[in-house]
């Protein structure tokens, strides 16, 4: 069954990439969903198997090399289902 995972990362993470970064991995890992800007730093909201979106948040405490992640706060919830791919938002 897949789950739904909500990722917020503070820190420099706004103008490094770590959008693109976040994407790519989702992309990798085959995790569905988005990720953006907001004015805390960066969320993303991911749906997959759970050992996927384990590696994803894993990718995410990590960031691009540019950036520094100071804090990676997570909210876990059943997926809804409501992604056919990994996109990026403004």
């Not at 959008?19 to 992309?27: D, E, L, Q, S």
């Not at 289902?81 to 990994?86: E, I, L, R, S, W």
Request: charge should be negative.
């Amino acid at each position: 069954m897949d789950e739904r995972v909500q990722v917020l990362v503070s820190g420099r993470v706004q103008g490094v990439g770590f959008r693109y970064f976040a994407a790519h991995v989702a992309r990798d890992l085959g995790v569905r969903g988005i990720v953006r800007n907001t004015s805390e730093g960066v969320e993303a909201v991911a749906e997959g198997a759970r050992p996927s979106l384990d590696q994803f948040v894993d990718a995410m405490r990590r960031g691009p090399h540019s950036a520094e992640v100071t804090d990676v706060t997570t909210a876990w919830s059943d997926a809804k289902g409501a992604f056919a791919g990994f996109s990026i938002e403004p």
